[in-house]
């Protein structure tokens, strides 16, 4: 071919489009983005080009380029629809990933006429002709594209998002974005740790701008919610059901309100309301899930447990929950949900089998292991009545410095356990040495030292003691 390929290449790399915004694929489960977005554009026909441009990404990630390609086609065709006076601004995603599509088949003619296209129109529309495509409407599908590839992508989706409002501070889809991104930035800092950055005021402004998106009215409800106004925002979620009672995302999110009300009876009512209309949603069968598991517990308290009905919820919570990880394996907290589940069903070997299969997973996350190390002490303690091995996995949870819930939980928990060895006259050297370890691993160093102090004088010998109080006099 006489185009020659590396300046294509280097052509290519300047385009904005999904192919350029490092999005990982080991992030996402493919079948299940793929069904979400099919439900997207059945239910949000008004960002079906996103929806196609996406759709074209997730098909080349998934080796069908040729479906790739009818889906720009599909996206090209909402343009001309939506957009007819500005066909160019609105298609250089589209005509990127046109070309970034063409290029993997080794079509390097086809590829370059895109690129030219785009880079035609970049001239023709900005006054800046080497600068790179500075539109807002871009900023936002990309802010929109990291939202969906979860949570490793939450900060650069926000400022995306700060970026769009620049030029339209008053756009009400660029502001429900930087809304909805601020939203999870917040749940995630309160889940795993980190600096709480409050999202109420971005969610206000996006209602205020678009009173009709019961997406983010939701999330405004679920926000005042969290701030304990609930009553507040249960009014919101009561609106929200009259103007949308059959869109799902609404639904969700309604059923999620619910459940931390602790009404799970209309959480699941409401949550299969919204799986008769997408089957395939793994958030809804996770939360489903969550609930029957919930009520399975609350009835496991009362003064004459039914138990039948009992087996029935904890079932029905098994089924669900291993719907989610079967169609999203990188759900990494449903696996804690489902071992749980068993655990409280008495299936001991089940809960333990999926333990496993999560503790040998190489790609988690720093406070996703934490979370699994919690949730495996947990077990080992409550559930397998072992001790020592419900120790071993908190400390393992405590050698991941980062803050979190989970790491708070296990601290607890482990300090708890080994005290009370202590006090009650069981506790040995070894046990006073892990307590040592626990204080050193809190940053409680005058705690640590004494602790060995006290282990070495029961066990002189020991090197490790030795060796720990060496160090930590020295630090201290």
Known sequence: STISKDSLKASLLQLECHFTWALLKKHVSLEALEETIYDHIKFLVEYEIRDYNLLSYVNHLKNSNEEGLRNLKKAEEAIQKRHPDEIARRSFVTWGNYAWIYYHMERYEEAQIYVSK??????????????????????A????TLLRFGRNYFERAKNCFENALESEPNNPDFSAGYATAMYRLEGEAQRHGGEVRPCLQALKRAVELNPRDTT?????????????????????????????PDFPVFLRHAAIFYRKKKNLNKAVEILKKALALTPNSVVLHHQLGICYRSKATQLKKTRYPPQEEIENLIQLAIFHFKIVIDKKP???????????????????????EIFQKVLQRNDLACDEKQDIYFSYGYFQQFHMKSESKAIKYYIECLK????????????????TLLKQKIESGLGDATDIGTLGLVHYLNGKKQEALECYEEAIALDPNNEEYLNALAELQLSI
């Open 141 to 144: 599908e990309k802010g929109w």
């Open 118 to 139: 785009v880079e035609d129109s970049c001239k023709k529309l900005s006054s800046t002709a080497h600068r790179k495509i500075p539109f807002p409407e871009i900023y």
């Open 216 to 244: 983010v009215v939701a999330l405004f409800a679920l926000e005042l919610q969290r701030l304990n106004r609930g009553n507040e925002g249960e009014r919101y979620i009561e609106e929200g059901l009259q103007k949308t």
């Open 330 to 352: 990188v759900f990494f907290s449903a696996y804690s949900d489902l071992a749980g589940t068993y655990a409280i069903g008495k299936r001991y070997e089940e809960a333990e």
């Open 400 to 415: 991941i410095e980062q803050d979190s819930s989970a790491r708070k939980w296990s601290s607890e928990a482990v300090e």
